[in-house]
DNA sequence: GTCTATATTAAGATAGAC
DNA sequence: GTCTATCTTAATATAGAC
């Protein structure tokens, strides 16, 4: 996966070359204004020199995403589920990067079109997340057969995407410390008790540092 | 507001016109692939024609949501906050129209850039939905000084947005029970007393006439 | 005032030279 | 593997007919 020996090597470093400029691209000036030229001029490339590695935008722009996901795996490591109670450390990373969210929900917006190259990518991430969620809640709840998981990590997901969208139109909202206090109030003090700060504070925790690329379901 | 008189009635209703086909494009074939020489085309006229009513694809896309959002408060009269407790009854509704879910979340995560043509429109229709709902919410439950409204109204909305955006992606989610049951959680059985059924049911209950635009902050 | 026709600009995609 | 050149489509602006 990472560091492929081979006479591929080269053309991976120049494909990562690209997202790490696809990905700055956007941070800075929103998914607004961002064309593949623009990009291309970043890496020292011509337009045509992206394609080739790519084939399209939107594959590159999905391969900015899974390169994101990839990232937050390596962090955390294989143990799933603990991943995903870090929303909240994740959304005040994320506050940091409105570009990258936009990015996000600009993909997943799009992604809903059944023959959209994004569309099975999306399915999945949301199919896999759900899962491992909902699995890290049966664990650590009191009674697992009174509480409705897989319902709670739809719904918990659901508001983690919404409340980006929110925040988007106005960032004076506190989407990490909503989010936590859902946590708190869903699935009780159990919630987050792996890293970060008790459920229901709307406090900024310490939450020693939050990864670049790691979030449930969005952005 | 309606039916001007005078020389731009004729007009009025040309964008009426050009509205109601917009609908309908985005209705079957989704966001992508649709033009405005599509919409055009439907309504007889050039690609210009459209243009010299509207401005920008942008604007008749606003437009679009406008006149949604228009129907659904004259269907609902002026009484303030109820029309948010219909949201389940909405989503419902609103799984017939995948394609018009589509186009408020493209629509929005465009909007989420400050100098986008409908970011004041998406801002304020935020702002004020979740003050309706959040007034309903103080009143309905038993001691208003134990919830706090505001974060309520925040959230409910982020979850209604984010089941829809999952719903795009896997049809399969129901996500007026989602929602419904949600609501019986948060605000206790108070919550949508006014038409849908008890709160925590995952049935579709009778909900006799789900309008057509109405939806608390998704499409 | 309302619309058609046309031109310009920009972006994504493709073909083929080297 | 990278680039030049070209094609297609969409958005925008303008001129002028009725």
Redesign the pocket.
């Known amino acids: 996966m990472s560091k492929p020996r081979g006479?591929?090597a080269?053309?991976s470093a120049?494909r990562q070359q690209i997202i790490d400029a696809a990905l700055a691209a956007y941070a800075e000036a929103g998914s607004r204004?961002?064309?593949?030229?623009?990009i291309?001029q970043r890496v020292?490339?011509?337009?045509?020199?992206?394609?080739?590695?790519?084939?399209?935008?939107?594959?590159?722009l999905t391969a900015v995403l899974e390169a994101r996901d990839a990232v937050a795996e390596e962090r955390f490591g294989p143990e799933p589920g603990t991943t995903e109670l870090l929303s909240s450390a994740v959304l005040r990373h994320n506050a940091s990067t409105p570009g990258l969210v936009k990015l996000f929900v600009d993909l997943v917006a799009a992604a809903a079109e059944p023959d959209h190259?994004a569309h099975d990518f999306f399915e999945q991430r949301y199919e896999r997340f759900r899962g491992r969620l909902a699995e890290r809640i049966e664990r650590s709840v009191a009674d697992p057969a009174e509480v409705d998981a897989a319902w709670l990590a739809r719904i918990f997901i659901a508001a983690a995407d919404g409340i980006q969208l929110q925040w988007l139109l106005d960032p004076d909202i506190d989407m990490a410390a909503d989010i936590e206090r859902l946590g708190g109030l869903l699935v009780g003090p159990h919630w987050a008790a792996g890293s970060v700060g008790s459920a229901g504070s709307a406090g900024e925790g310490p939450t020693p540092d939050a990864p670049e690329g790691a979030r449930p379901a969005s952005s």
Do not use: C, I, Q
């Open positions: 006479p591929y080269k053309t120049k204004n961002v064309s593949l030229r623009d291309a020292g490339m011509t337009y045509a020199g992206v394609m080739h590695h790519f084939g399209s935008k939107e594959a590159l190259p």
